[in-house]
């Protein structure tokens, strides 16, 4: 994996989790906003929706960078959306990451001959 690629991932990495904590505070403000007199919803949905648009900006370079299959793009767009996803989004690009350096070193020492 070239530092680009590793760079791209690392972005969307970051912004998955900020990005899931945002969407459930957004639900926790829409659900005060109707049973109290607290109303967060336009400051939350700002913060939520520069979240979301930075991590579809990011998706859209890691999933050019990385070269993934359109199942793989599609499961990390998939997550974005889901109130948890981002969690399981950043999960799954830690251990891609992890793989990625292990099999870097591999080639380095001669290993593996990929």
């Known amino acids: 994996m070239d530092l680009k690629t590793a760079s791209a991932l690392r972005r969307l990495r970051l912004v998955s989790a900020p990005e899931a904590i ?3 505070l957004l639900l926790v403000c829409s659900v005060l906003k109707r049973t109290t007199d607290f109303n967060a919803v336009p400051a939350m949905g700002m913060i939520h929706g520069v979240l979301f648009v930075l991590y579809v900006v990011f998706w859209a370079d890691a999933w050019n960078r990385a070269k993934w299959p359109l199942k793989t ?4 767009f998939v997550l974005s959306v889901l109130p948890t996803g981002g969690f399981f989004a950043d999960r799954r690009l830690k251990r891609e990451a992890e793989d990625a350096v292990i099999a870097t070193r ?3 020492e001669g290993v593996v001959g990929a």
């Open 22 to 24: 945002s969407f459930l």
């Open 73 to 76: 793009a599609a499961l990390y």
């Open 106 to 108: 591999a080639r380095q």
